[in-house]
């Protein structure tokens, strides 16, 4: 009995693999159709398939092959120039990258005018105002500063650094202008 039943199995198994052909021939003919069209190789199958073969080249040889030395025509060594960029900075670093502006204007130079009793003999005498003025500022600067507040003509100035570390700066009128009357604005 036992070859009976050994027989049906073997017609099973004939008609599976029937089955399972049919659809390999199909897929087959498919594959046909599709490599009958002309092949294009894009650029990046181009790149890979020249660096496969560099590789293989490499590989045939060995890779401890001897390099041409360079001739060297000096003792010294100079590292090559490269491109060197100009800054570009994203925000400036700090404020004084900024534009500068004059921080000696004129209403910094002149900080107030002296009223001591030896200045107001100076208005009378000398036709001459006194002033406190920035530690900074030099005699142009003093003058062009008097000018442009008062509105007058200033002949020459005097100045003296204090002990107390303040700059005052004697300002002699010109003679068509009185100091008295420019004190007394």
Same mark, same amino acid.
């Given at each position: 009995? #036992?070859?009976?039943?050994?027989?049906?199995?073997?017609?099973?198994? !004939?008609?599976?693999?029937?089955?399972?052909?049919?659809?390999?021939?199909?897929?087959?003919?498919? !594959?046909?159709?599709? @490599?009958?069209? =002309?092949?294009?190789?894009?650029?990046?199958? &181009?790149? #890979?398939?020249?660096?496969?073969?560099?590789?293989?080249?490499?590989?045939?040889?060995?890779?401890?092959?001897?390099?041409? +030395? +360079?001739?060297?025509? @000096?003792?010294? %060594?100079?590292?090559?120039?490269?491109?060197?960029?100009? /800054?570009?900075? !994203? %925000? =400036? /670093? $700090?404020? @004084?990258?900024?534009?500068?502006?004059?921080?000696?204007?004129? %209403?910094?130079?002149?900080?107030?005018?002296?009223?001591?009793?030896?200045?107001?003999?100076?208005?009378?005498?000398?036709?001459?105002?006194?002033?406190?003025?920035?530690?900074?500022?030099? &005699?142009?600067?003093?003058?062009?500063?008097?000018?442009?507040?008062?509105?007058?003509?200033?002949?020459?100035?005097?100045?003296?650094? /204090?002990?107390?570390?303040?700059?005052?700066?004697?300002?002699?009128?010109? @003679?068509?202008?009185?100091?008295?009357?420019?004190? $007394?604005?």
């Amino acid at each position: 009995m #036992a070859p009976k039943k050994s027989a049906p199995k073997k017609v099973a198994e !004939k008609k599976e693999t029937a089955v399972a052909q049919q659809p390999k021939q199909q897929t087959e003919t498919a !594959k046909g159709a599709k @490599s009958m069209k =002309p092949k294009t190789a894009s650029s990046k199958d &181009k790149a #890979a398939l020249s660096k496969a073969m560099k590789a293989k080249k490499a590989v045939v040889k060995g890779g401890h092959l001897q390099k041409k +030395r +360079r001739v060297r025509t @000096s003792v010294h %060594f100079f590292l090559p120039k490269t491109l060197k960029q100009a /800054r570009n900075p !994203k %925000f =400036p /670093r $700090n404020s @004084s990258s900024l534009e500068k502006r004059c921080k000696l204007d004129h %209403f910094a130079i002149v900080k107030h005018p002296l009223t001591t009793e030896s200045a107001m003999k100076k208005i009378e005498d000398n036709n001459t105002l006194v002033f406190i003025v920035d530690l900074k500022a030099n &005699k142009p600067q003093i003058k062009a500063a008097v000018k442009k507040l008062y509105n007058i003509d200033v002949a020459k100035v005097n100045t003296l650094i /204090r002990p107390d570390g303040l700059k005052k700066a004697y300002v002699r009128l010109a @003679s068509d202008y009185d100091a008295l009357d420019v004190a $007394n604005k």
